[in-house]
């Protein structure tokens, strides 16, 4: 027993070690990824931008207004759904249209259902009511700056390119746990995602952009065939890479807004995120157990005191820099620094968590998980 525990201080010794130098690498590789803004474009092609909604979050309002405070010159339908006419969104619906007279923003209220994801229902519902050649589809939790209409435009004008996505940051709107969730994009998710994107080690696509043409929606047959897959927005983002199209994301931040307002709801929506992440592929998925050094090296300081608090101090120095770092590209502190060590214990518990579960919460519904990813569930009324 005791040759065993050896074995496993020194595995967790040595995947501390590496993780300090991955976090290190990484943290560099995001500063160089947005040591440049994205480029503008001037072009006035009219853009559609969807909105599967279902509730509204503590700065919905605000959130739903920054789509239409753009630079963009060109014509910009908002084009918001629900599912049931009682949904608390389309009073913030109606607040919007009194604010922005002059703007486009048609709500669609439509209960037809296409799968188990009532999120892909309430797009599939939306897309006959598009009107413009550009289809930018973003979470309704997802704010962005004045800028974004027009910089993702120029990223889609670039040849072969079917899809963009964007990278995102954390803002917490409901308290100390909503902004612990906020820290955990910021300081975790957002440096593997660019690490990954830069070194052509991950083809992501993620639910705070998906723009794209109207053909080449059309192409991929619509947003129904996607109704029973957990990781839909993954989904669309090969469907595109299937037509030999690329998926780019380009040095654009927009921002995340979290309203968890307890441990139990932060826990369920990240274990909802890890369970996605682990069934797109099972070896990348055990890969990011070196993204957690500092917990890691904890663990091992039970074997080994010595090594694995000095390794720890090492950690937590490496977590902090590549924490202000996320500051400064963001432009905002998505928590106080002195939660990391909270932050990082949480996400590792998270993690360890995720390979056990296979049935998720979404918003109050439980979503069984089978083969290859796809989800069944009882009849629901989601985004």
């Not at 669309?236 to 931040?253: E, Y």
């Not at 921002?255 to 274990?271: G, I, P, Q, V």
């Not at 074997?303 to 694995?308: D, Q, R, S, V």
């Not at 720890?312 to 620094?337: C, T």
Request: glycine share 10%; proline share 6%.
């Amino acid at each position: 027993m005791g040759y065993i525990t050896a074995i496993l201080g020194s595995l967790a010794l040595a995947l501390a070690a590496i993780g300090i130098g991955w976090m290190l690498a990484a943290t560099l590789v995001l500063r160089r990824f947005f040591a440049h803004p994205a480029p503008v474009s001037a072009a006035t092609t009219g853009v559609t931008i969807l909105k599967p909604l279902h509730g509204a979050e503590p700065r919905f309002l605000d959130t739903l207004a920054s789509f239409l405070a753009q630079s963009h010159t060109g014509p910009v339908q908002l084009l918001c759904g629900v599912q049931r006419a009682d949904d608390p969104a389309i009073r913030a619906i109606d607040a919007l249209r009194r604010r922005h007279p002059q703007a486009t923003i048609d709500l669609i209220i439509d209960s037809t259902r296409h799968g188990s994801s009532g999120k892909i229902s309430n797009l599939a519902n939306l897309k006959p009511h598009i009107r413009h050649p550009v289809v930018m589809l973003s979470d309704s939790d997802i704010a962005v700056g004045r800028d974004y209409i027009a910089q993702v435009l120029a990223a889609l004008d670039q040849p072969d390119v079917g899809i963009v996505t964007c990278a995102y940051h954390g803002r917490g709107d409901a308290g100390f746990w909503s902004r612990l969730g906020a820290a955990g994009i910021d300081w975790q998710f957002l440096l593997g995602l660019i690490f990954g994107v830069a070194n052509r080690l991950a083809t992501p696509c993620m639910g705070s952009t998906i723009a794209m043409r109207r053909d080449t929606l059309e192409r991929i047959g619509g947003f129904a065939r996607f109704a029973d897959v957990l990781a839909d927005d993954y989904a669309i983002g090969a469907a595109v890479r299937g037509l030999g199209l690329s998926v780019v994301v380009p040095p654009l931040l927009v921002t995340h807004a979290f309203d968890e307002r307890s441990a139990r709801a932060l826990w369920r929506h990240e274990l909802r995120w890890g369970v996605t992440v682990r069934d797109l592929g099972l070896a990348p998925y055990l890969g990011l157990i070196v993204t957690f050094p500092l917990p890691i090296a904890l663990l091992a300081a039970l074997w080994w005191p010595g090594a694995g608090m000095t390794l720890a101090s090492f950690a937590l120095a490496v977590r902090l820099f590549a924490a202000i770092s996320v500051e400064r590209v963001a432009g905002a502190r998505a928590a106080p620094l002195w939660v990391l060590p909270i932050r990082d214990t949480f996400g590792f518990a998270v993690y360890c968590a995720s390979f056990f579960v296979r049935s998720v919460d979404w918003r109050g519904a439980t979503l069984r998980i089978g083969p290859n990813g796809h989800i069944a569930a009882a009849p629901e009324t989601l985004p």
